[in-house]
């Protein structure tokens, strides 16, 4: 069996082999949406009580009540100070970047004015209260603290309710340090959909956000989809990708190792690289080969590689880039010594590293856009979340008495093509000037 | 039995009141959902066969190819000409306003360089396809073909496929017309969770979309739940609302008027009105009963006002706003003389309508602002539909071979907290300059 697939758009079962190779099953499950209703209903129904049994059951953890998942924030800033000098510095450094790529896209107000006097614009403001949900047990992200808190920050949310599930009680104090940094202003260790469901819908000790953003497993996927419209969501994630662009001139190594970093992650994660030229792909194919074996994590790798990771051979350029638009990826390099001049030709990604000195794992972490991105094909509609995630905006409309006449006669006449009398007369009310 | 609920925020049961007036029951139901997942799955397998087969049975439309109900460009545009000048007129008023709205909304590209030389920015580019749908049946409204069309335009999206039932073969020339000054590519007479199904997942005949957007019923509504992720879609919209917030200013008949345009749509949808004043309350109660028989919707306007209509008594200013606040309504009335003086008490609402002479109505059609608008309290972590919708970012980071090295220490440090090997070694690799 070959470490990683191999495909070339010139073969005729090219599209049917990229889209097997594309396809990520049917993520959603009868079963555990039905079990994660059941969850929502009882911490809906019984609060605090229900979200204290589950988390005895399923994280192991004694508890008395909730008030004791709260982690205090001496303990929060205890595990900031503790951190070695290195650690401390990787981690200011990363969330100094986060901030500032964040502060760039801050929606502000504005507004014009029509030919009639009436002012129109649009007005924004953060949103109240939002819930971050980090993944505990075996991995500790750090770094998944500061891409979803950090935002939230900058946007101006005013609390910021952070959950990490602790089994057996142990929960990281990278991720504890994390938390104190970006600014989350409370840390339950709560997990799984109860912790979404007491988010949605609050509890007597936990307070109910307006969005709840963060990724996790299959049941807070489920939970995260099922309380959609009583608080707003980011995306549901998928395993990670990465597509490497290239016209040959990434070192192999520098290739495969790109690939590594993204196969390391988990076994569904995808790894794919695209060129024309089928004697690079064999000298990336060799690279693989040869640094596999030195990999920590070689067996996700190995498993990852050969079941979704991919070596594409395109036609051309114009058709790699097709192939591309085609995937829609996570993460795309575009490995070239002038990228610009490549990226005209993309449409859809979520994050694009530009030319050889731009790995994908620099915007894991520092690079400073967000490394939370639109996965399984879905940046063809949405985009990294952002300081907009975390705002919202309203509309504003004010007309005067003399501006407001000159939509008086519009409105009444598309209100009667619509049937809508009181609509008409509420508008033919304004065209007589000043209220009688 | 009174024709408009009175509440009073000083009145002990007044949040659970008011909780209860707000209550739009359990919007799902688990019937539709199973019936729809057919529809879905149905279209999937069979594609063209199975949109014909609920198409007949459904719309009761007797046509032998999916083909035939596609409506030729020549009759879009001759609905179009067709229109009377005073209807023309009206249409392309409106539309000329929500255009110059929108344009103000457009996302650009922007970047910016690092301490090191990185360049590091947001790049911008309009979804490639884009379905909208458009409710038939009794109603027409071509306000909503403008308000869903007009935007992807402006956004640049490729191509604009437009759905709207035909129940007996039967579809508004209005609706049409609209469709052709909108500039809607395409539109087929298709309607309920097989339209959604066929523009989601595409057919020989309907080409699959990117983002699903535009008001249905329960069956749509569901469909648009289920297939999101496959597609990106807007808001679920839900019943209508408008809330008043005036200090007895605004004429008792203009405020019965512009509750009776929202209360008007259709039974659930909800009609408030908030002021410290008892006495004004009473006025505006009166003027309700005064004008009530005389509307041609009166029964649809009567059954409204009584189940979910409301005239609240605040106890001062600060409170009337804490409540609007705790409804975050679709649509806000400021009915003061100084609006601008209370919209800073503001924090979450669709749209706000500022002093007397800015009616509802007028969003509803002409002002310029969407009026897709977020409903059922999603004000509080959502936003009118805008060119946003159409559009999504990718970030874009350029390291140069100098600029790179800067990132990788903190880089390397954040993957060895997290356990993650390769993505540190990707990363040193950009430590030595130029690939070797």
Same mark, same amino acid.
């Given at each position: 069996?070959?470490?990683?697939?191999?495909?070339?758009?010139?073969? /005729?079962?090219?599209?049917?082999?990229?889209?097997?190779?594309?396809?990520?099953?049917?993520?959603?499950? &009868?079963?555990?949406?039905?079990?994660?209703?059941?969850?929502?209903?009882?911490?809906?129904?019984?609060?605090?009580?229900?979200?204290?049994?589950?988390? &005895?059951?399923?994280?192991?953890?004694?508890?008395?009540?909730?008030?004791?998942? *709260?982690?205090?924030?001496?303990?929060?800033?205890?595990?900031?100070?503790?951190?070695?000098?290195?650690?401390?510095?990787?981690? *200011?450094?990363?969330?100094?970047?986060?901030?500032?790529?964040?502060?760039?896209?801050?929606?502000?107000?504005? !507004?014009?004015?029509?030919?009639?006097?009436?002012?129109?614009?649009?007005?924004?403001?953060?949103?109240?209260?939002?819930?971050?949900?980090?993944?505990?047990?075996?991995?500790?992200?750090?770094?998944?603290?500061?891409?979803?808190?950090?935002?939230?920050?900058?946007?101006?949310?005013? =609390?910021?309710?952070?959950?990490?599930?602790?089994?057996?009680?142990?929960?990281?104090?990278?991720?504890?340090?994390?938390?104190?940094? /970006?600014?989350?202003?409370?840390?339950?260790?709560?997990?799984?959909?109860?912790?979404?469901?007491?988010?949605?819908?609050?509890?007597?000790?936990?307070?109910?956000?307006?969005?709840?953003?963060?990724?996790?497993?299959?049941?807070?996927?489920?939970?995260?989809?099922?309380?959609?419209?009583?608080?707003?969501?980011?995306?549901?994630?998928?395993?990670?990708?990465?597509?490497?662009?290239?016209?040959?001139?990434?070192?192999?190594?520098?290739?495969?190792?790109?690939?590594?970093?993204?196969?390391?992650?988990?076994?569904?994660?995808?790894?794919?690289?695209?060129?024309?030229?089928?004697?690079?792909?064999?000298?990336?194919?060799?690279?693989?080969?040869?640094?596999?074996?030195?990999?920590?994590?070689?067996?996700?790798? &190995?498993?990852?590689?050969?079941?979704?990771?991919?070596?594409?051979?395109?036609?051309?350029?114009?058709?790699?880039?097709?192939?591309?638009?085609?995937?829609?990826?996570? !993460?795309?390099?575009?490995?070239?010594?002038?990228?610009?001049?490549?990226?005209?030709?993309? &449409?859809?990604?979520?994050?694009?590293?530009?030319?050889? !000195?731009?790995?994908?794992?620099?915007?894991?972490?520092?690079?400073?856009?967000?490394?939370?991105?639109?996965?399984?094909?879905?940046?063809?509609?949405?985009?990294?979340?952002?300081?907009?995630?975390?705002?919202?905006?309203?509309?504003?409309?004010?007309?005067?008495?003399?501006?407001?006449?000159?939509?008086?006669?519009?409105?009444?006449?598309?209100?009667?093509?619509?049937?809508?009398?009181?609509?008409?007369?509420?508008?033919?009310?304004?065209?007589?000037? =000043?209220?009688?």
């Amino acid at each position: 069996m070959s470490l990683i697939n191999r495909l070339a758009s010139d073969q /005729a079962d090219f599209e049917q082999r990229l889209s097997a190779l594309l396809d990520r099953g049917d993520e959603q499950s &009868r079963d555990i949406d039905a079990r994660v209703a059941e969850i929502i209903a009882q911490v809906r129904a019984r609060g605090d009580a229900a979200l204290l049994d589950y988390t &005895r059951e399923l994280d192991q953890i004694r508890c008395g009540e909730v008030a004791e998942l *709260e982690v205090p924030a001496t303990r929060l800033h205890g595990a900031l100070e503790a951190l070695d000098g290195e650690a401390r510095q990787a981690l *200011e450094f990363s969330a100094q970047r986060i901030r500032e790529y964040a502060e760039r896209q801050r929606e502000g107000d504005w !507004h014009y004015e029509d030919d009639y006097g009436n002012r129109l614009g649009q007005r924004v403001t953060p949103l109240d209260r939002v819930g971050v949900y980090v993944p505990g047990g075996r991995a500790a992200y750090p770094s998944s603290v500061l891409m979803n808190v950090v935002p939230a920050r900058v946007a101006g949310v005013g =609390e910021i309710i952070m959950v990490v599930p602790a089994p057996g009680g142990v929960v990281s104090d990278m991720v504890l340090a994390a938390a104190a940094l /970006a600014g989350a202003d409370r840390v339950f260790t709560l997990g799984g959909a109860q912790a979404v469901a007491a988010l949605a819908y609050g509890t007597d000790t936990v307070p109910p956000v307006d969005k709840i953003v963060g990724p996790g497993n299959a049941y807070v996927a489920s939970a995260k989809r099922q309380v959609f419209g009583q608080v707003g969501i980011d995306s549901i994630a998928g395993p990670s990708e990465v597509a490497v662009l290239t016209d040959g001139s990434l070192d192999p190594e520098w290739a495969a190792m790109d690939l590594f970093a993204q196969a390391e992650h988990d076994e569904m994660a995808q790894s794919l690289l695209v060129c024309s030229d089928p004697d690079y792909l064999d000298r990336v194919e060799k690279a693989i080969e040869a640094h596999l074996d030195g990999q920590p994590r070689a067996d996700i790798i &190995r498993a990852s590689l050969a079941e979704r990771g991919g070596l594409i051979q395109s036609r051309d350029l114009a058709d790699g880039a097709a192939i591309i638009n085609r995937i829609a990826p996570e !993460h795309l390099e575009l490995a070239f010594a002038d990228p610009e001049a490549v990226l005209p030709l993309i &449409r859809h990604a979520g994050a694009i590293f530009m030319g050889h !000195h731009s790995p994908e794992a620099f915007g894991d972490y520092c690079a400073g856009p967000n490394h939370v991105l639109p996965t399984a094909g879905t940046a063809r509609f949405s985009s990294p979340l952002g300081v907009q995630d975390f705002q919202k905006r309203s509309s504003v409309i004010h007309c005067s008495a003399h501006g407001g006449r000159a939509l008086v006669s519009a409105s009444e006449k598309m209100a009667e093509i619509e049937g809508l009398a009181a609509h008409a007369r509420s508008a033919a009310l304004r065209g007589g000037g =000043e209220q009688g």
